[in-house]
């Protein structure tokens, strides 16, 4: 599972804390900032298609935005 969101979001202790996963598994998280008035999350990373683990040409960039309310993917650019 992809765990580097909530990295991202400064989640590094979990003992006893409740985790999501927001980013399919496949994603692979670059970078991310929340914007805190509209308590959105933007991922900016890539698609590995072919589970090599490392980024290609055919691997296909995305910005992922999330709603932090509902936790639930708003917008992909």
């Not at 765990?3 to 985790?19: A, F, P, R």
């Not at 990373?45 to 090599?52: F, K, P, Q, S």
């Not at 691997?59 to 999330?66: A, Q, R």
């Amino acid at each position: 599972m992809n765990w580097k969101v909530q990295y991202l979001m400064g989640e590094c202790d979990t003992l006893g804390k409740e985790m999501t996963q927001l980013t399919e598994d496949k994603f692979v998280v670059r970078t991310g900032s929340v914007n805190t008035q509209t308590g959105k999350l933007v991922v900016a990373g890539y698609y590995d298609t072919n589970n090599n683990n490392k980024y290609d040409k055919t691997d296909k960039d995305e910005i992922l935005i999330y709603d932090l309310k509902t936790l639930k993917l708003a917008s992909r650019i």
